[in-house]
């Protein structure tokens, strides 16, 4: 063979070498932030494995770069020597700018890459679902924005984060089945295993749906009264005068707690004589605070306290307060989950009729 078919051969194998060699996506984040001044380090963390630590690099008056490898993209936080937090977003391919302050999250900016800039776009619609109308149609607004953005990322690691944001609006069964259509690597993360524990100890407390078979009976507790009075909770389900028990997770230091009490107050007031009944349980730790509360406010429903290490934080699947159930007391099964003002009002006058 001549030396110029050599020379033509070997060029024609490093162009199909060239064709078929992939390259891994990189996610690069360039951040400039006030508050971070002189020289220190940022270190990237995975927030879905146990803050494992991704990489870390040098900054300079609050300006830094980082380049990681993309290809399993997931929810990282930024933190620094002297900040604890700095920023949460994904590391998806492509350029993402931090801008705004180290000292104050809240006044950061981040985006410029497509699961940032879609996190941006929901956050902005979520907040004009925010202005004066029922809590009903924010809910409904809600709802209807995370059933599109959940349809439109399933699988990646952006439904994760809506996935756990969801567990109020949705049924953790529909929730499962975006679980179950995640990027393996995403089912691994030690976050997503926890999220789908906690998912399925939420279906055996939430109302029953079409399709699902899973019966929700309530859990029964026991706690003590203002008075010292244990009062069980299936003692008051079981009492022939009550039809429907609404329990309240609540704190005396969780200012919508309050703000709701007033509300529920003319709920129960309306129909309590039609067999409703209300089931409250602090989670306080200051008994005094809580007994002053009850007292002062004295709704005349049934008020107990169980404190923050009641085994119902986790039985009942209570992430936050307050949190509310509605138990059928005909057949123990709980048929309400999260419902409040027009939500509650709309259930109970379809159960118990209007006065």
């Not at 949460?88 to 890459?113: C, H, M, N, Y």
Request: charged residues 25%; contains cysteine; glycine residues 6%.
């Amino acid at each position: 063979m001549k030396p110029t078919k050599i020379i033509l051969a070997f060029t024609i194998l490093v162009a199909m070498a060239s064709c078929t060699q992939t390259t891994t996506p990189t996610c690069v984040v360039e951040g400039n932030l006030t508050g971070l001044e002189g020289d220190g380090w940022v270190y990237m963390t995975d927030v879905w494995n146990d803050g494992e630590v991704i990489d870390s690099t040098e900054y300079h008056n609050g300006v830094f770069r980082f380049e990681v490898s993309a290809e399993e993209p997931t929810m990282v936080f930024l933190h620094a020597d002297c900040f604890a937090h700095l920023h949460r977003f994904f590391s998806d391919p492509g350029i993402i700018t931090l801008t705004g302050s180290a000292e104050d999250a809240r006044k950061g900016r981040v985006g410029g890459t497509p699961m940032n800039d879609y996190l941006l776009k929901m956050e902005s619609k979520l907040n004009e679902n925010m202005g004066e109308q029922s809590h009903l149609k924010r809910m409904e607004a809600c709802t209807e924005l995370y059933t599109s953005a959940l349809e439109e990322n399933a699988g990646n690691a952006l439904s994760v984060r809506l996935i756990q944001q969801s567990t109020v609006g949705f049924h953790p069964s529909i929730l499962l089945e975006y679980i179950n259509q995640l990027e393996p690597y995403l089912k691994e993360k030690a976050f997503t295993k926890e999220l789908n524990d906690e998912l399925e100890r939420l279906l055996l407390v939430s109302p029953a749906i079409e399709g699902c078979d899973v019966k929700p009976y309530y859990i029964d507790m026991e706690y003590p009264d203002v008075n010292g009075n244990m009062i069980k909770l299936s003692d008051v389900v079981n009492n022939p005068k009550n039809r429907y028990v609404y329990i309240d997770f609540w704190a005396t230091w969780c200012g919508p707690c309050r703000m709701y009490m007033e509300s529920l107050a003319k709920t129960y007031e309306k129909y309590k004589d039609n067999g409703f009944e209300v089931y409250t349980v602090s989670c306080d730790t200051n008994t005094e605070a809580w007994k002053k509360l009850v007292a002062e406010k004295d709704f005349g429903w049934i008020d107990v306290i169980g404190g923050m290490s009641m085994p119902e934080w986790k039985s009942y699947v209570v992430t936050s307060v307050p949190t509310s159930i509605l138990i059928d007391c005909s057949t123990g099964l709980i048929i309400g989950r999260e419902l409040y003002e027009d939500l509650l009002d709309d259930k109970l006058k379809e159960l118990l009729g209007a006065e």
